[in-house]
């Protein structure tokens, strides 16, 4: 197959890749219109000159970016950012400028990576344009991913105004109600442990860029990336996951059961302050809530990025696995602890990253029988497990000793399935053949 016939199909599934992207995006800048607040294109748009909201994603969206750079380009790169960032701190210094909304730094990170977009166009050709276009394109599509996730929050908050935390509070009574443990446990562990765990839970996407930047560590020296990578995952946990938010919405025991993170949200909206002292003892119904709390619980997707994080980590280092374990243990405590998330959200978000990562790894490698069935399985337990929250809760609550040892075991046959069947896909090494031994010559 000649460059050029290989080059035009593969270009049109770019082309056709990118349409759908910003028609996406189109379509939510026009629904957070409506709602009269920003969408993630003016969002993303504005922080081109005023604060970023997170300066250290934009730079690790950078170093994303600059996999397919060479070291000197690297050096240049980071170096024309770094002057950006002190230019505008200069300018909004001397302009006496408010800062306190967003980080003091990130706008240099968003203009290199634009201007190596206008490089690409104007300096490349052929396969070093397409090299640095896919790179270009990972940087913006980590940022944008952010951006479109909190227009997803407000859409879910808008539209569903009554949430259905009862009932997976009610089910929660089948795993030992781990929030409520857990929230006992971060409080009494003082400021330092819920600091590290707020770190942890706030920087989850500049882990997921530490471990990709390993898996793509070799791609400006064989000038092409491989063929499955974190951020893929990241990016499909993302687009899919907000589609469940709407139809089970959920805001979280803080909410609604506690007095709002941060001492705010919740209020008169929740069932009672009785997070995380009190476990909740009611019979399940739709509750109406307000129209700013993001019905974002079910499943958690914090726990599925961590959950990808882990996995993606284990082919690494050493010190790559034990970060990788570490971040998954320390954002399980944060989403629990914290109170953002019930425990049949974190199983529910395990088993959804486990089919998200199947169906990813199957779809490179061809849909073979072993892959259906590994993501068809997902799929199902995923299904079940929302229905069962949904009208079991009162039977799960009322038999913890079976439902909840039943929770625990979908969950593990998931990852069991996922971890045969992916182990089987590994390439096996050949066994060395020994010499036959030669006759002796006489």
């Not at 629904?31 to 993630?40: F, I, M, S, V």
Request: net charge positive; proline share 7%.
């Amino acid at each position: 197959m000649t460059f050029t016939s290989w080059r035009q199909p593969r270009a049109i599934l770019w082309t056709t890749a990118a349409v759908a992207s910003l028609g996406f995006l189109v379509t939510l800048e026009i629904a957070a219109r409506h709602y009269g607040l920003p969408g993630p294109i003016s969002n993303q748009a504005r922080e081109l000159i005023f604060p970023p909201k997170s300066g250290p994603l934009l730079y690790a969206s950078m170093a994303l970016m600059m996999v397919v750079l060479t070291w000197r380009q690297r050096l240049i790169a980071i170096g024309v950012a770094i002057g950006i960032d002190v230019a505008f701190l200069l300018v909004r210094w001397a302009v006496d400028a408010r800062t306190t909304e967003g980080h003091p730094f990130g706008n240099g990170a968003l203009w290199v990576v634009l201007g190596y977009a206008v490089i690409a166009f104007t300096r490349r050709v052929g396969r070093e344009r397409l090299l640095l276009l896919k790179g270009v394109g990972l940087a913006l599509l980590l940022v944008a991913g952010r951006k479109t996730g909190d227009a997803w929050l407000l859409i879910t908050s808008k539209t569903r105004p009554a949430v259905l935390d009862q009932y997976v509070a009610t089910a929660d009574h089948a795993l030992g109600d781990p929030s409520w443990l857990a929230g006992r446990i971060v409080r009494a562990s003082g400021p330092i442990g819920a600091h590290v765990l707020d770190f942890v839970y706030i920087q989850l996407a500049v882990a997921a860029v530490v471990v990709t930047l390993y898996q793509l560590r070799h791609v400006a020296v064989e000038r092409r990336f491989p063929r499955h990578h974190l951020v893929r995952t990241f990016l499909a946990i993302g687009l899919v996951g907000p589609a469940i938010y709407m139809i089970f919405p959920v805001v979280g025991p803080i909410f609604a059961y506690g007095p709002g993170a941060f001492g705010t949200g919740g209020g008169h909206w929740a069932v009672a302050n009785l997070w995380p002292d009190t476990p909740p003892v009611n019979a399940p119904h739709p509750m109406a809530f307000d129209r700013l709390t993001p019905r974002n619980c079910m499943p958690s997707l914090h726990t599925a990025w961590a959950t990808a994080i882990f996995i993606h980590s284990r082919k690494g280092p050493r010190i790559l696995q034990f970060g990788g374990a570490f971040w998954l243990v320390a954002t399980l405590g944060a989403t629990l602890g914290f109170g953002y998330h019930y425990g049949a959200d974190i199983i529910a978000g395990v088993v959804f990253t486990l089919t998200i990562e199947a169906a990813l790894r199957t779809l490179e490698r061809g849909w073979d029988r072993s892959g259906i069935r590994l993501v068809a399985y997902g799929s199902a337990v995923f299904a079940a497990l929302l229905v069962s929250y949904r009208y079991l809760p009162t039977v799960m609550a009322a038999h913890p000793w079976i439902f909840g040892p039943l929770l625990i075991l979908a969950m593990l046959s998931v990852i069991y399935g996922y971890v045969r069947t992916t182990n089987l896909w590994e390439p096996k090494a050949a066994p060395a053949q020994r010499p036959e031994p030669q006759p002796e010559l006489v």
